[in-house]
């Protein structure tokens, strides 16, 4: 009989032999890349872009998307794409009520364009994948930064080609701030650090082999930009901002130490009541917030952040902490947190931006179905037996609408794993198989995980801007092709 793992297995073979050449993918066995030991090349941290000018209330950057050849493995130089020569792109610090305008010019030979995942923007900032930067040109985005603050990432969104583009390295982290943080009791500086995780496979010569939908062929992890790297941490609180760049590895994180995690975010924003995790599940674009505590932890010790859920041993250790100096703390942290007994440094209720009442706001107007799956007679990933067309809007909503999406992984034979994310709002994960999803889970969320066979049930207020967005499974070899639709926001009638 086979488990589940064989199952995804033998259904991404299927799909992908469906998809792609069988010639590609014997290709895609045969070519040994280089290799790195783990924990043998340090962690780095992306920089953060500064701003060219800012005003009373704007930041204004500037950034260019080009080729760009540089050391991903030790000794080697790849070619990549890149913002600013940057992989993974630069980190952009934006804050809460401050607008952030960024100039993107596009330095390929194709078209470019750029998406603020999580964010709440126009659709003429949204990076919709029909409004391309042409080669040599520039675009200015509009990020108003008028929402809670949340670790959300920006990433290319080009119609059939954000699969290859984001895979060669069109992502960066963008984290917003609220002024209001400050009244936590949250790291900063040094020990506010985001983690951009992601798959890849490189060739004999160290190239980035893009095979599309090929997740069982891509061996190497990467964070921030490096193969399974060590991480100097002092003993202090560290606060661990994951994002999963990927876009098809899953992950499901455990410290080997058996430590737990405290999650402070999801997706889009800070957690109502943060919550201790032994694991954590974290699927492409989604992202969680954790504190991670060093500070009663013996110097020289190593504790690696592993995926559990690896499809193969040498994929599983992802990270390795190396606890450094930084001596005993002072007197003035000596209140340890008891991850244990969740009695943690926030007191619940503390937490900003949440507003008083529940974000279950408004009269449930209209339920929609949308069936994922693969259609095995055209090899297209397609929702409601539709793949995507850019002239169609697969759901009008009238504005100030709250919804509720069912929404269903018909792939349970297959063993295809799926996602949905929706462009401009945050939702709530109600339900997952009839059953509730935890608060961890559950809210604020802009990307949701579909197992085989799960029926998720999510609900959205559609009260910010009108016009079309996207709605897309994230794993993005999928969303190419083309596991994508759009929904329209009008104005109330
Ligand atoms: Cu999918």
Known sequence: MLNRRDAIKLGSVVGAALVFPARQLAS?????????????????????LKPTRSTADTDYYDMRIAETDLEILPGIRTRTLTFNGSFPGPTIRARRGRAAVVRQVNGLPGPATVHLHGADVLPSSDG????????????????PNDQRAATLWYHDHTHHLEGEQVYRGLSGAYLLSDPVDALLPLPGGEFDVPLVLRDAKFDSRGQLVFVPDDFMNRPTILVNGRPQPYFEVKRKLYRLRLINGSNLEVFRFRLSTGATFLQIASDGGFLRVPAVRQEIDLWPAERVEVLVDFRSVPQGTAIALQNVAALSENKRDILQFRVGGGGPWSKSESVIPDWNRARIPLAPGRIPGWPA????RGNVTRTRRFVLRLDLASGQFVINDKGFDPDRVDATIEHGSTEIWEIVNDDAALGIQHTMHLHLVQFRVLDRNGRPEPAYDSYPKDTVRLFPGDVVRIQATFDSHLGRYPFHCHFLDHATHSMMGQFEVVPRR
Request: aromatic share 10%; hydrophobic share 35%; charged share 15%.
């Open 28 to 48: 895609a066995f045969s070519d040994d890349p280089p290799r790195v030991p783990p924990f043998s090349v340090p962690l780095s941290i992306p920089p953060v």
């Open 128 to 143: 919709h994948p029909m409004d391309p930067i042409a080669p040599g040109q520039a675009r200015v985005y509009r990020y």
């Open 357 to 360: 009442n529940d974000p279950l």
